[in-house]
């Protein structure tokens, strides 16, 4: 029985891998002649190792083919590639945040997902190749125009020595709810004279992304939302809204000090591999770096609390590669190729990179059954939506993490810092 | 006879003179024209096309749209153009004002006998060569909780700042920076404008009982009038330009707290996407630091007139 399962699992997972997005191709699709083409991406040192790995494999394939590498910080990749996509010196393939996609597709600088490459007859059938909604940021008019190769839950970490010096069970004692969050805060906060060495919990504040990507999924917690499903409508001061900022003061309160801390957006999760702060959100892509850190394997990672854990709700966060349209029709299809060829192994993207990619059957592979707190990952992808899109989206961020700011380093009145957000939000949308 | 041949001579030698003034000027525009070339380049066109921008429309991907004055209208009445501009005022007038009277007290420090001289002044001089992404990243471990400053603080009893992580605290925190990085570069200046006093006057100063402020006031600070009105309009020029400091250090927060004209024009250029609106920021912020300019030359000239 035990020898039936291990082969039925072993062919699901075979099955999953070929189900894979790119694990199929036409060739005839890509180009022949002496084609080079440009990729940008942005610094992470497992996700540019594996990148490195890949671009010598898909020369061999492909001799006619060159690959330039040019890496990026993550903190100005996006402004890079958007002027040199207006200068037109961009790149053949580019990596960006997911929320980046909605704004080239209405600048019309992306190149459509080949189909031919794919091998796919239609675009449902790339569709169905991800989670529901897996490419949700990136399909507009009923075209796919990126591929994720990280489509990244945000789920709650925590450091099981500091729980068990505060006499906490990380497994049993592992906050639901966020008034969870708040109760845990004073057992778990230590402060020494007037420095707070050790928060019990903290929301980042080294980014306005990282600090809207916190709050969306709290204001949908409350059953409202920030923009309107085509962007052009926000709703940043809804009653949602301020009951999710109102609730992050208190939470933030609760936590620690907020105005003590060592990230940066090169490092967003300092703190809690050095020990600061004893439970974290952040996505899975964190795990080999808090293995490697002191924390080593000493951390348990639970569903992102809620409001009302019968009705979760959490985000999706992640990056993806998108084609220029402005490059010749030779390099559009090889770069689509190497796009195929580089998410063609999403087990091996999970094992290397700790990226996950949205596609159905991801969760059937060894690597993934392997991977601290997968099944938790996957729950709160299931229940998750993209980080907000629009055309305005930084300017939006901004007008959020602002309010945000003003709230919690300042003490101003949750509403009316939002009715602010708002009234800066609809000045934009209105352009 | 002999007059029309003086004459002649006459006429041959100015053609002379002239040929080789003009030979000579030739020279000198031929030296001067890859300085001349690169500055209207990089410098001149950018700054022609910046303000032709400044009236349109432009997202950097579709071809710019004229909008005429929309954009310079629209900013008087933005509150967050306002207040980044409100910020750079501020950070104009507290990092530059201490700048003066300790770039001259260094400089005076410095033009005397002093033991390790040398070593001293290039140890002052540090903040100024090295580059301001490395020192905002450094600062930003000194500004820290458990950072460098705070654990000094601590020493004298004073409770630990969140530098960098509080609305009140982070832009003094910028503009200290600003102050240890342009102080000794100023000092370099006025070192060189009081090297350039003859010793003379000090010794006929002295001869006539003059004491050491009695010199200061009398010789030092009216001689070095050329070198201070440069010092005073540099220092606000390069006040209004900061950008690399905050951008590193703060991004602009905490909710916009350091968020100086500059930065705030690159955002809008590259983070959001409006080259025309960055443009009209850039037009205001030149003519912003032209007015100041402008002014400082005549009030500390008045007195000349």
């Known amino acids: ?373 997968f099944d938790v990952h996957m729950k709160d992808v299931a229940t998750g939506s993209w980080y907000l899109s629009s055309e305005f989206t930084n300017e939006i961020t901004q007008a959020l993490g602002r309010a945000i700011e003003r709230v919690v380093y300042d003490g101003a009145d949750p509403k009316a810092s939002l009715d602010q957000a708002q009234a800066e939000a609809e000045k934009v949308l209105k352009k | 006879m002999s007059s029309a041949v003086h004459a002649e001579s006459h006429t041959v030698r100015r053609r002379l003179r002239v040929g080789l003034a003009a030979k000579q000027a030739m020279f000198g525009y031929a030296i001067l024209f890859p300085t001349i070339a690169i500055l209207c380049i990089f410098r001149f066109v950018p700054m022609i096309q910046a303000f032709i921008i400044s009236f349109s429309k432009y997202d950097l991907i579709h071809p710019p749209q004229f909008v005429g004055l929309a954009n310079f209208v629209d900013l008087v009445q933005d509150p967050l153009f306002l207040n980044s501009f409100w910020v750079s005022l501020i950070y104009v007038v507290f990092s530059v004002l201490p700048v003066w009277p300790l770039s001259l007290a260094l400089a005076i420090l410095f033009n005397r006998r002093l033991v390790f001289k040398n070593v001293l002044r290039s140890a002052v001089f540090m903040p100024v060569v090295m580059p301001a992404v490395v020192m905002a990243v450094v600062w930003t471990f000194i500004y820290q909780q458990d950072g460098a400053l705070n654990t000094i603080l601590g020493w004298v009893g004073i409770d630990p700042i969140p530098w960098l992580r509080s609305s009140a605290f982070a832009l003094p925190a910028v503009i200290l920076i600003g102050i240890w990085r342009a102080t000794p570069y100023y000092m370099v200046i006025f070192l060189a404008g009081l090297q350039a006093i003859p010793a003379e006057y000090y010794e006929a100063a002295e001869i006539d009982g003059a004491g050491h402020w009695s010199s200061f006031w009398n010789i030092t600070l009216p001689l070095l009038r050329p070198t201070t009105l440069l010092v005073m309009v540099m220092t606000v020029i390069v006040a209004m330009k900061v950008f690399a400091v905050p951008m590193i250090m703060t991004g602009g927060g905490p909710a916009d707290s350091t968020r100086v004209l500059p930065l705030f024009i690159y955002q809008t250029a590259f983070e959001f996407f409006d080259m025309g609106r960055a443009s009209a920021m850039s037009v205001f912020l030149f003519v912003a630091v032209m007015l100041f300019s402008v002014a400082q030359i005549r009030i500390f000239t008045r007195g000349e007139e």
Do not use: C
Request: proline share 8%.
């Open chain 1, 1 to 373: 029985m035990a020898l039936f399962q291990r082969i039925a699992a072993s062919l699901l997972a075979i099955l999953a891998m070929l189900y894979s997005p790119g694990a199929v191709a036409d060739t005839s699709a890509v180009p022949t002649e002496k084609t080079t083409i440009e990729i940008w991406w942005h610094e992470y040192g497992p996700f540019t190792a594996y990148v490195k790995e890949l671009i010598p494999a898909y020369e061999k394939l492909h001799p006619n083919v060159t690959i330039n590498p040019t890496i990026l910080s993550s903190a100005d990749i996006n402004q890079k590639i958007s002027v040199a996509l207006a200068t037109g010196t961009g790149p053949d393939i580019m990596d960006n945040d997911a929320s980046f996609y909605l704004l080239y597709y209405t600048k019309g600088v992306l190149e459509p997902l080949n189909l031919d490459v794919f091998g796919a007859k239609s675009y449902s059938d790339i569709i169905a190749k991800y989670t529901t909604g897996g490419l949700a940021a990136a399909t507009f008019a009923g075209k796919v125009y990126a591929l994720p190769y990280q489509g990244n839950s945000m789920s709650l970490f925590i450091n099981n020595k500091e729980f068990a010096a505060a006499g906490l069970d990380p497994k049993k004692d592992a906050p639901k709810t966020w008034n969870d969050v708040i109760a845990l805060g004073p057992k778990l906060k230590i402060v020494q004279g007037t420095r707070t060495v050790q928060k019990a919990f903290d929301f980042p504040y080294h980014s306005q992304r990282w600090e809207v990507q916190d709050f969306q999924p709290l204001t949908e917690q409350f059953g409202g939302k920030l923009l309107s499903d085509d962007g052009k409508t926000a709703y940043l001061n809804s009653p949602e809204a301020v009951k999710a900022l109102t609730l992050w003061r208190e939470v933030t309160k609760a936590g620690g000090d907020p105005r003590t801390t060592m990230n940066t957006p090169s490092n967003p999760n300092q703190d809690f591999v050095d020990g600061r702060v004893a439970m974290w959100i952040t996505g899975p892509w964190a795990t080999p770096q808090v293995q490697q850190s002191p924390v080593g394997n000493d951390f348990t990672v639970v569903s992102l609390p809620q409001v009302d854990p019968a009705k979760p709700h959490t985000l999706v966060y992640g990056w993806m590669w998108g084609v220029n349209n402005a490059k010749p029709a030779a390099e559009k299809a090889a770069a689509w190729d190497f796009v195929r060829f580089m998410l063609a192994k999403p087990d091996v993207w999970l094992g290397k990179v700790g990226f996950v990619q949205p596609v159905v059957g991801v969760d059937q592979s060894d690597v993934a059954k392997k991977f601290p707190y």
